[in-house]
């Protein structure tokens, strides 16, 4: 089981990025996807969800209106579009799937919760950093 997230980088405030999680080994077609982030010194928290057959998706409040989520099962990938870009956008992004999306949304909306810690599989992250 593979989760590997790329397009991270350094971008100044107010720019885009689109974040990708390219899934293998498992039936992506299946689970749930979320995005987390960790900033410096700070707990991991929930960025996004969204739904097997993309019919659902959740964001938290920080990041509604300025990302989305998607995804495509033919190519076992999930995106974030991310734009206008703060500083406090700065951190490792991951992506993590599970069987159910109301676990990975659950998590998302409640890093602290158990669900977080249950979730079937974690990406490795990649950086995203945003200078003011």
């Known amino acids: 089981v593979q989760l590997v997230e790329s397009g991270g980088g350094l971008v100044q405030a107010g720019g885009s990025l689109r974040l990708s999680c390219a899934a293998s080994?498992?039936?992506?077609?299946?689970?749930?996807i979320g995005w987390f982030r960790q900033g410096p010194g700070k707990e991991r928290e929930g960025v996004a969800c969204?739904?097997?057959?993309?019919?659902?998706?959740r964001y938290v409040d920080s990041v509604e209106g300025r990302f989305t989520i998607s995804r495509d099962n033919t190519k076992k990938t999930v995106y974030l579009q991310m734009n206008s870009l703060k500083p406090e956008d700065t951190a490792i992004y991951y992506c993590?799937?599970?069987?159910?999306?109301?676990?990975?949304?659950?998590?998302?909306?409640?890093?602290?919760?158990?669900?977080?810690?249950?979730?079937?599989?974690w990406g490795q992250g990649t950086q995203v950093t945003v200078s003011s």
């Open positions: 969204i739904s097997s057959n993309s019919e659902y998706t």
């Open positions: 080994g498992f039936s992506f077609h299946n689970y749930g």
């Open positions: 993590a799937a599970d069987a159910s999306v109301g676990k990975i949304c659950t998590a998302t909306t409640q890093p602290k919760g158990v669900a977080l810690r249950t979730v079937d599989f």
